[in-house]
């Protein structure tokens, strides 16, 4: 049990006590995917072929955000909202442009997020997809703007909404003006729960800072992949103020289910029928023909 | 079944081979997705929510869970809810109310766990609050006693419009052992108790707290849980046509009004 305590913060240190050998591989890097929950190393066309999920505990790693469009909306259905919005300096942060434009370039998105209206099983939703390959989906203005104007969409079309997080948190290179996007998006989900709509957030690896403290806490009902990070410190702030190493599970999905914060969790391989079947429960027209 | 003593209904609903919360929603409901959580503090294993489809209609459902050996009954306390449970309920019930969806309560506890960190978080609080909101809550409640209905910890999903009791099922102010040792200084005299208190369902739809009796094979609900679960199924059927009918006024109205009108006085 204490083993099993620690095994995670060795994990993110990067040494493993208990094996030094696991250490030494001595298999090309490129080939092998080393889980950060369990500490194993996998091949990385195993770990591929399950969905980018370790084999050895289950955590689910990373999509990009038109991986996870695949796997999640019907073939053909996305219409994408916004693709124009793009990154300017607000606070002329040194080279801040630069890092922008070769993120552009290196993963051919424009921002870290993407945004637009689909349909899962036919039910239709608007939808948003962060991608943590892009500046590790810090929310900027143009994250904050593309959420907000999706809730508003949603709004006016009536459309619950999905969305898959993932973040760092704020966007520090934008100073003060990433911060206000945290009260922004959070307004635009008021507005969209007072209209009556359905909002269902997914918390996807990893879901930290002012996402977790802003829309990502703010499902109607909050889903989660399994042992995904979700937090709003991170690890080594907390280890460093109060100089104990954290629990095993700690700022996992399963531990914020335990302390009252994630509805379910669901395995990706599930996660299309889930978000079908929690759309239709929130449908106004599912309502038989005997109650009337 | 009238023969039947308090004390007798007693033994059958305490028998670990009673249905509980999760055998009920899974024959009377469909896709059941359970929901975790008070956004609070944790997540109480002692009450189960969640959103089903009854005959196709989206409604919510909680329930206390008594387990059905020692290693489940740790997991969810002996049914015995913390403030956490309360409050995922009441969290729940308020979805339910934003999406109009009726809320179904299962209730089987002997009551709400009494303990030093419950006091802490506030269980009188947590009770108290799903009193009050159940009280004004938009949207349909439906409440059966399947078991033991424990006191607060049972009131705490027991506001509702309509009250039904399983046929063996019990509904009292304190628990029989309890109550005897209060009144008479002697928990041995459980069974005086029982027999004293008018727990039963009979005596409940009496007094008119209960509004209907389920009936229930011979020897309890075990015998038959698939009779049972249809007899739940044929009394939600009318309940919720029943009361979803209603305009929101006059639902509200005659809760106020089932619980107003109780009590009795010379003046
Ligand atoms: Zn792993």
Redesign the pocket.
Known sequence: MMKDLFKVVRSRIGIDIQNPRKNKLNVPPGLLFK??????AIFKEEFELAGRI?T????HSRLTALQRLEITADKGSFIEYDQGLSSVNPINFPGYEEKVNSLIQKTGLKEAIITGECKIRGERCVIGIMDSHFMMASMGSVVGEKIARAFERAIDKKLPVVLFTASGGARMQEGIVSLMQMAKTSGAVALHSEAGLFYCTVLTDPTTGGVTASFASLGDIILAEP?VLVGFAGRRVIEGTIRQRLPDEFQSSEFLQAHGFVDMIVERKRMRHVLYRLLRFHKKEAVPDWIN | MDKLTAWERLSIIRNPKRPNAYDYISSVFEHYYEMCGDRLYGDDRAITGGIATFQKLPVTVLATVKGKNLEQNKEVNFSMAHPEGYRKALRLAKQAEKFGRPVICLIDTPGAYCGVQAEQRGQGEAIAKNLKEFMRLQTPIISIITGEGGSGGALGLGVCDELAMLENAVYSVISPRGAANILWRDPQKEKDAANTMKITSNDLLKLKIADKIIPEPAGGAHNDVKMVCENIVEYLFEALKKNCKKSLENLLKSRYNKFRKVGMFNE
Do not use: L, V
């Open positions: 889980c950060p929950r369990c500490q194993s370790c050895k505990c289950g955590y042992k």
